[in-house]
């Protein structure tokens, strides 16, 4: 009897055994053949690793890669984890791409409006972003809005999105348009894109958990917006293009 029970736990060893490897085999030949079929979160893996060396390297400081996918990844330097960047390279290339330097510039700009917002008595986040590109831009991470101007391959203008809780309308129309407007009209730009959503709490919410994994408007951010009341304002050669009465037909739902 005891020679059965051995033979019996002798087997289920065995197959727990190859059912391990059989795992760690396919995993591994999954990741090298299809890096990047799936998002991967954490830091972990080969793409992550290199990337997170490239970055110090072009830098001179520490990175983490959160997420990666399709070449590209998510990530942040070590000394401010809110702020995430995009870094894209292709998978065996010592080369890397990203927008770090434009995140860099988008904060300071977001720091700007949130000092416009400092008497706004309502919860509310802000995104600043710019037009997506990875071009490389010859600026270091002590970059100035002003010097950025001259480095950028493409136009800059801060496209402000500000997400608030719905119970924000109470302000009444006149009080919002002047909010508005002084986000436009922050020194430092001459054209600017500001957009204002008004959400209820569990949308609220989600936003700001969006925006702790990506760097970007995810197409996840855009579906729980799309159906939201917004308005919005332009500003073109430092001038504001939406009056008053066409911010009360979009406040309308017009």
């Known amino acids: 009897m005891k020679k059965v029970i051995i033979i019996i736990a002798s087997a289920i060893s065995i197959v727990v055994l190859l059912v391990f490897a059989s795992y ?14 799936v998002v991967h979160t954490g830091t972990s893996g080969e793409y992550a690793e290199k990337t ?16 990666y996918a399709n070449n590209e990844a998510t990530a942040y330097p070590e000394s401010n984890p809110e702020l995430l960047f ?12 990203d927008t770090y330097i434009q995140e860099i510039v ?7 409006a949130e000092d416009v917002l400092k008497d706004f008595k309502y919860d509310y986040y802000l995104d600043v972003d710019f037009e ?17 101007k001259t480095k950028s391959p493409i ?3 801060p496209y402000y999105n500000l997400y608030v809780l719905d119970d924000a309308i109470e302000l009444g129309n006149e009080s919002l348009y002047e909010w508005v407007n002084k986000i436009a009209e922050i020194p430092k730009q001459d054209n600017s894109y500001v957009v204002l959503y008004f959400l209820d709490k569990n949308k609220f919410d989600t936003i ?35 009056d008053f009465s066409r911010f009360t037909e979009m406040m309308n739902g017009e």
């Open 106 to 112: 988008a904060l300071q700009y977001k720091e700007l």
């Open 208 to 242: 700001i958990n969006e925006y702790t994994q990506y760097s970007y408007r995810s197409p996840k951010l855009c579906n729980d917006t799309k159906n939201e009341l917004t308005v919005l304002q332009h500003l073109i050669n430092n001038k504001i293009t939406i």
């Open 24 to 37: 760690f085999f396919l995993h591994s030949a999954f990741e090298t053949f299809f890096p990047y079929s």
């Open 52 to 67: 997170e060396k490239l970055l110090e390297k072009k830098y001179g400081e520490k990175f983490k890669v959160v997420r």
């Open 155 to 157: 136009k800059v203008e």
């Open 86 to 97: 995009m870094a894209r390279r292709n998978y065996k290339s010592d080369v890397v791409r």
């Open 132 to 148: 997506f590109s990875y071009e490389p831009i010859d600026a270091k991470q002590d970059v100035t809005i002003e010097e950025f």
